[in-house]
C-alpha cells in the first residue's frame, strides 16, 4: 500500500467524517443550549476533543495525550475567563473540524498574514482582531494532511473596549485598574493562551462588543499520521455508515450525531435559577461505546481510548438518573500518568501543573521504584527525572524499554531490582496489557551536560522538558 | 494599589506602576516564581504559601547537613555534591535564581574537590538563601494583605 493511497484513503475518511460533524453541528445550533455547570461543559468538551483527535488524525498515544492537555489548559483559561467577565446571559463553546486546503503556497499564507513575515507559522506574528477565515489557512508543510479544529469560546459579557484590544494578550495587563479590583486574576492568562496556542501552530484570535459580549477563537491544526492501516479504514466507514441507533428516531446512522447532540454545543447559562441540565447521559454513553469499540482497533495508541470504552460500557449499565456526575467518569477518562522525581518541591509545581490541566499523577521517588510501578498497572505516559538516587532515570527508562521488548524483567531483577513475581499475562481480555506496548517517557533534565538530549534520546527516552518545569511544559510533548 | 506600593519599598522589593498594573522588578525571583503563582486558585488557594514553605523547610534542612558534611575531617564530596544538586532543583524550581546559581558554582567546587572553596561557596549560599527567604516572606505577607483588602494580586515582571 503506497504511501499515496494511504494519504487518499485517509483523506477520504476525513471528508466524510468532516461532512456529518458539520451537519450534526449546524443541527445543534437550532437547538437551545443545555444548562450546565462549568466542569461539565469542560468535560464534555474535553470529551468531544478525544473522541474528535481519535476519529480524525489518527496519533499516537502520548501526542493525544498531550494535544488534549494544551487544548484543555487554553480552554480552561478562556472559559474561566467568559464566565467570571459574564453576569448573564450565556457562556459557550463551539467546536468545529475545518477541512485542510489541498494546495499549499507561499503566496497562500503570506496572504493571510497581516503583516508580511515569512510563510510559517511564526510566534512574533502580531494577529489581526477579525476572525480567520479558516478554510484558507495554510501550513508550509504540505506532505502530511493536516485538519484543523476550531473553537469559539462566546459569551454575552460585560465585552471588551476598543481601547483595551491591542493590549489585551499581553502580560500583567488588565483592561484597567478597576477590572483587575474587581475581578481579580492575574492579567496572564489571555498571554499565555496566545502563547500556547501559537506554539502549537495555530491562531487565537477575539471579536467583542461592550456590553454584549466576546467571542475567542483559536484554530489549531493536527497532522493525520499515515500509520493507518487503509482496508481497517475502510471497514470503519462502512460500519459508521451503516449503524443504526435505537434512541434516535430518524434514520441518519451517523455515530457523531449522537455523540455530538449533547456535546458539541455546550453552553452555560447564567442568571437562571434552574441549572438542571438536559443532558442524557445514556445517549451519550451508548453512542459513545460502540463508537470506540470499533473505530480505535487500527490506532496503536492511546490505552485512554480503550479506558473510554470500559468507561462508557459501565456507564450504561450504572447510569439511570438524569444528572450527569461528573467525578466518576472524568477519573476513568484520564490518562494514567507516572511522575519519577525525588525533589519534594519539584513533585508539588509538577503535580500542581498537572492538575490544573486535569490530570492526577502518581509519583514514585526514584528508578527502581517507577519499575514496580509500571510493573503493577499500565500507565500511558511516565515523566521522568533523570538524577535521582538508587536508580537514574536513564537507566530506569531502559529497564522499561527492556521489558516492553522482551516481556520479561529479568534485566530488572539482573540490575538488583525487588520486583513481585508479577501475573500471567495470557488472560484474553487484558489486550492492553501486551507487554509490547511502548509506554512514552519524558525526561526531565536539568540541563546538565551528564543529561544531554541525546543520552535520553539514546536510552530509550521519547522526548525531554528541562527544568524549571515551565506552565508551557506540555507544548515539548 | 498604591497604598501598597509604600509598603512593598520598605520591604526592599522595588514597585513600579503603570496604568493600575503591578509589577515588581526584582533581581531574586525569576520568572518560574509567577509560574508557580499562576498554579494558584480557587482549587488551590494556598499553593504558593505551600511551596514557599516547603521550599523553605527543604533548604534549611540541606543548608544544615552541608554545613556538618563539610565540617568533617574527610569530607566527601559526593555527598555535597548531591545536597547541593537538591538545593540546586528546588531552587529553580520555585525561581530563587541568585541561589540556583551559586548551587551550580558550588557543584564545580565539588568536582574540583576544593574543601576551601566549598566553604565560601556555602557561606555564600546561605547569604543567598537568607536573601530569597526575606523576599519571599514579604511577598507572601503583601499577597495575603492585597487579598484581604478583596484585590488583585500583583505579578511578578519577568524581565530581572
Redesign the interface.
Known sequence: MNLEKLLEASLRREQILLGKLQESIENLERQSSPVEELSQVLMRADNFLHFVLQNAPVVIGHQVIGDVLRIRQILTNLVSNAIKFTHEGKVGIKLYVVPAPHSLTKQDSQKMSSDQTSDSATTEKELSMSAMEEDKVSRPDAEEPVVWIRCDVYDTGIGIPEHAMPTLFK????V???T??K??????GLA?CKQLVELMGGYLTVSSKEHCGSTFTFILPYKVSLISDSSDDSDELSHMENQDFPNDGNDDDFTFRHFSVPTTHFGFSKGHSDMKSHFHPYAQSTSFSRVSEKSNKTSETSVSQEKYQTHEERDRASECSSSYNAEIPTAELKPKILLVE?????V??TK??M??LGHNVDVVNNGAEALRAVQRQNYDLILMDV?M?VMDGLQATRLIRSFEETGSWDDAVKAGIQLQLPPENSSPNSQEEKPGKRIPIIAMT?NALSESADDCFANGMDSFVS?????AFPITL | ?WRFAKRLKNDGIEFLSN?????VVDGFLDG?F??????Q?E??PD?VL??VS??FE?SERLLNDLTIALDQQNVEFKKID?HV??L???S????AQRVKNVCIAFRNLCDEQNAEGCLRCLQQVKQEYLLVKTKLEALLRLEQQIVAA????P?L??FC
Open positions: 502580560k500583567y495587563m488588565q484597567g485598574a478597576d483587575a479590583r475581578y481579580g486574576g492575574t492579567g496572564l499565555i525525588d525533589n519534594k518541591i519539584n508539588m509545581v500542581s501543573m492538575k490544573q538524577c538516587p536539568a527544568k524549571p518545569i515551565s506552565i | 494599589m496604568q493600575g498594573m503591578a509589577v518560574q509567577s509560574q508557580l503563582q499562576l498554579l486558585d482549587s488551590n499553593f505551600e511551596v516547603l521550599f527543604d548531591a544538586h537538591q540546586k532543583g528546588s529553580s524550581s520555585i525561581g478583596g484585590g488583585a494580586i505579578m515582571n519577568e
